[in-house]
C-alpha cells in the first residue's frame, strides 16, 4: 500500500499525535483505526436496510422512514445533551472537603 500525504492544520495533527500516543500507538495506526470504523453513506444506508430485515423478519414490525427519522433525532439530542453533561463535568472543578 503506498502512502498519501493529507493536509490538516497544526492543531488537528496535534490532537491526533496526543490522542494516538494517549492510546499507546502510532498516528498512521490510529488514522487506520478512524478509516476502518468510519462508514460511507452507503455503508450506513446498507447497515439500516439490514437491521429493517432483521426487525421485520424476527418481530414482525416494518419500520417507517418517519419511525427512522425520528429515531435519529432522539438520538442526536441523547448525544448532544450527554456531550453537553460532560462538558459541564469537565469544566467544574472538583469539590474538595
Request: proline share 3%.
Given at each position: ?22 492510546r ?13 470504523q ?60
Amino acid at each position: 500500500m503506498s502512502d498519501v500525504m493529507i493536509r490538516v492544520p497544526a492543531e488537528v495533527r496535534d490532537q491526533l499525535a496526543a490522542v494516538a500516543e494517549a492510546r499507546g500507538t502510532s498516528l498512521r495506526a490510529l488514522m487506520q483505526d478512524i478509516a476502518a470504523q468510519t462508514l460511507t453513506p452507503e455503508q450506513i444506508k446498507e447497515r439500516a436496510d439490514r437491521t429493517r430485515a432483521l426487525i421485520a423478519d424476527r418481530f414482525g414490525h416494518y419500520v417507517s422512514d418517519e419511525e427512522s427519522a425520528e429515531m435519529r433525532r432522539k438520538m442526536r439530542e441523547a448525544t448532544a445533551a450527554h456531550r453537553a453533561a460532560l462538558a459541564v463535568s469537565v469544566s467544574e472543578p472538583e469539590a474538595s472537603g
